[in-house]
């Protein structure tokens, strides 16, 4: 299942097309809100047109060999974008297993495109963990991952008094803008670079 941001929100001029993966499919999950606040920082930024796909409505179960269908459904929304952000959780020093699952249903689809991530995780270390699984993960389909990323670590105190989130919204948005900036430069070029010359070619 897939959302699109309205398209008033992409410039009229080939805009990157931006998919946005939750990666996180347990009951009462903390990705909802994390990627409520990512999207709204990539939304006012014009060069963007935007795809969320949620591992926990995508329809891709939990076993990689059953995924077949459900990745037909998926492949062109992948296979269209420019660029990925994946929002994911540190578990046991890993990702989550559907987010896995997600990954490893698609091969061409990742491949020459960059990736942002938003990472996520209990304790003082958390997510940065997971950031590096992700980078090895997606070393393997020649993606580019931005070096710089946005990293939540003890997620429980990054919510305010109130609930809101992030507690510190200004020092967040610092980190999600470096990270988009690198995410918009890469897009382009690699955009560029594949029409000139295809990938692998």
């Known amino acids: 299942m897939t959302t699109r941001t309205p398209a008033t929100r992409a410039p009229a001029a080939d805009p990157i097309r931006l998919v946005v993966l939750v990666g996180s499919a347990r009951e009462g999950r903390l990705s909802l809100s994390v990627a409520r606040w990512f999207l709204e920082q990539a939304a006012v930024r014009p060069e963007f047109r935007i795809d969320v796909v949620d591992v926990a409505t995508s329809g891709l179960p939990d076993s990689l060999a059953d995924s077949a269908p459900q990745a037909a459904a998926l492949r062109p929304v992948l296979a269209a974008a420019d660029a990925f952000a994946v929002i994911a959780p540190e578990y046991n020093r890993s990702i ?11 091969n061409a689809e990742w491949q020459a495109k960059p990736v942002a991530l938003v990472v996520y995780g209990l304790s003082l270390a958390g997510g940065v963990r997971a950031a590096e699984n992700l980078r090895l993960v997606f070393g393997e389909f020649h993606s580019v991952v931005m070096k710089d990323s946005v990293v939540f670590p003890g997620i429980a105190e990054q919510f305010g008094p109130g609930g809101q989130f992030p507690a510190d919204p200004q020092g967040s948005a610092a980190a999600a803008k470096v990270m988009l900036d690198q995410l918009t430069w890469w897009a382009l070029a690699l955009r560029e670079a594949k029409s000139v010359r295809p990938f692998g070619a």
């Open 96 to 106: 989550p297993g559907p987010l896995k699952t997600a990954i490893d249903s698609f």
